[in-house]
């Protein structure tokens, strides 16, 4: 069988996996602090006997857009925004520090602080946790103030302060999960001049209309790949048939 099957084959299934991105990204348009992610094709070698003069095709994901959306603003008190670089510090489900920049946070019936997918933010010692209160404040640099029920206007305690990272772009991996976490495992320092905005979401960084145009330009090429995969299995037979005429 002509190898060149097998060629078209490997460009077919490789498209496929690079629209799976393109749609993941599409679908989280609208995701608030969706940070996009990146999809390239690259040329494999085909060694072996014979000359390497074909090569496959290989999708591979090689990082993610790390782009600013744009800050929304909503008037919640309890949704933040990261301004500039860094990230909010969370506890993913397996206990694991990760990071985000979603701050559509919200409070559970315990005062635990939570992001708008239930994670816990993290403080300076573990989960952020407020006592019954009246009214709570957050700072630029993630204090949690309240005033406790029963106490003066003027009366604000600082109950923690949220954990605000920033860590360099190249040792950050994205889980399936859709968060961050640093490629070595470890948790990142707390940085003092990353800072939130109160009243403010971030939006998703996906560029619709560059990955519309994207996934039509792959689908094109989907189709290229299954009409050469055709025309091989077209050649095939006519050979065939022309060895049977002798």
């Not at 360099?168 to 939130?196: C, F, W, Y």
């Not at 971030?202 to 209309?209: A, G, H, L, Q, R």
């Not at 090429?221 to 299954?226: H, I, K, P």
Request: charge should be negative; aromatic fraction near 6%.
């Amino acid at each position: 069988m002509d190898k060149a099957l097998y060629i078209s084959m490997t460009g077919a299934s490789q498209t496929m996996r690079a629209q799976t991105v393109h749609a993941n990204n599409l679908a989280n348009a609208s995701t608030t602090g969706f940070q996009a992610d990146l999809a390239q094709a690259r040329s494999m070698a085909v060694y072996g006997q014979g000359m390497p003069s074909r090569v496959y095709s290989m999708t591979e994901n090689p990082g993610t857009d790390f782009a600013r959306g744009q800050l929304q603003q909503t008037g919640n008190e309890l949704d933040m925004a990261v301004r500039g670089e860094g990230f909010i510090a969370v506890q993913a489900p397996d206990g694991s520090e990760a990071y985000t920049r979603a701050g559509d946070l919200e409070l559970t019936v315990f005062g635990e602080l939570v992001t708008g997918s239930g994670l816990p933010v993290l403080g300076n010692n573990g989960p952020v946790v407020l006592p019954p209160f009246e009214t709570v404040e957050f700072g630029e640099d993630g204090t949690v103030s309240v005033r406790e029920l029963g106490q003066g206007a003027e009366v604000l305690a600082a109950i923690d302060r949220i954990k605000l990272v920033n860590p360099e772009p190249q040792d950050l991996i994205k889980g399936t999960d859709g968060l961050l976490r640093r490629r070595d495992g470890a948790d990142s320092l707390a940085d003092a001049n990353v800072q939130l905005v109160s009243g403010y979401l971030e939006s998703s960084n996906v560029n619709v209309v560059d990955s519309m145009v994207e996934m039509m330009s792959l689908a094109r090429s989907y189709e290229m790949n299954v009409k050469f995969i055709q025309t091989v299995q077209e050649n095939s037979e006519a050979s065939a048939r022309l060895l049977q005429i002798q």
